[in-house]
């Protein structure tokens, strides 16, 4: 099994963060990797809702299968994704208020690589830190109105 776990502070309002993270379509304008994300159950987000992942791994274009399997409200949302390189994977969206402006975002997972790939489990986490990092920080720039190029928003 890998683990990793990184956070951002976002100074903006729980509510608005927890909608953009949420908003599963648009998650390709700031996850690095993903091409297209689509619901394939129906009715409002929550446990048991299914999706489907287009994404990028290694050059290569990968669909991956996602379920819901945890979700709180404005607070907290797992996915238990199956494809691409891992046999299974859990990824957590935990958002942590801070104040009446800000919050904390957490990414946390973990999961277990295809038995090809095993070897490669020790070094998913030093690989997957940058990527989550850059993740992390374009979902911020999202949210708190910035262009890729740090400029503000009208």
């Not at 790939?117 to 020790?122: D, R």
Request: hydrophobic share 40%; aromatic share 6%; net charge positive.
């Amino acid at each position: 099994m890998f683990r990793l776990t990184e956070a951002v502070r976002i100074d903006r309002p729980t509510a608005k963060v927890w909608a953009v993270l949420t908003d599963f379509p648009k998650v390709p304008a700031w996850e690095r990797g993903v091409i297209e994300v689509r619901q394939t159950s129906p009715g409002r987000p929550g446990i048991g809702t299914t999706l489907a992942a287009r994404r990028v791994y290694g050059g290569r274009d990968t669909v991956v299968d996602c379920r819901i399997v945890e979700w709180q409200d404005d607070r907290l949302v797992t996915m238990e994704i199956v494809g691409g390189p891992t046999r299974r994977t859990f990824a957590t969206y935990a958002v942590e208020p801070i104040d009446d402006d800000a919050c904390q975002v957490t990414y946390s997972v973990n999961g277990e690589m295809r038995p090809l790939l095993a070897w490669l489990t020790p070094l998913i986490p030093a690989m997957g830190r940058r990527l989550v990092r850059t993740n992390l920080a374009s979902l911020k720039r999202l949210i708190e109105g910035e262009t890729t190029d740090g400029t503000s928003l009208p």
